[in-house]
């Protein structure tokens, strides 16, 4: 029984780091999505909005 508790344990524990995961994925396209919307409405330039996807995908992938 203690081994079992230890293993749904694990199992509980990487279900949260897989959920920790996905919500802060999603946190980084809505914000993506922001950044989206103000260029499309000229308030960014292309080069700023460039430059926040970057920064947004390089910190989601070395977060992954």
Do not use: H, M, P, W
Request: hydrophobic content about 25%.
């Amino acid at each position: 029984d203690v081994e079992r508790s230890r293993g749904l344990g694990d199992v509980y524990k990487r279900q949260s780091q897989s959920q920790i995961l996905e919500e802060k994925e999603l946190k980084t396209v809505e914000v993506l999505l922001r950044y989206k919307e103000l260029f499309d409405r000229g308030v960014i330039t292309e080069q700023e909005y460039e430059n926040k996807k970057r920064a947004l995908l390089g910190e989601s992938k070395e977060n992954s």
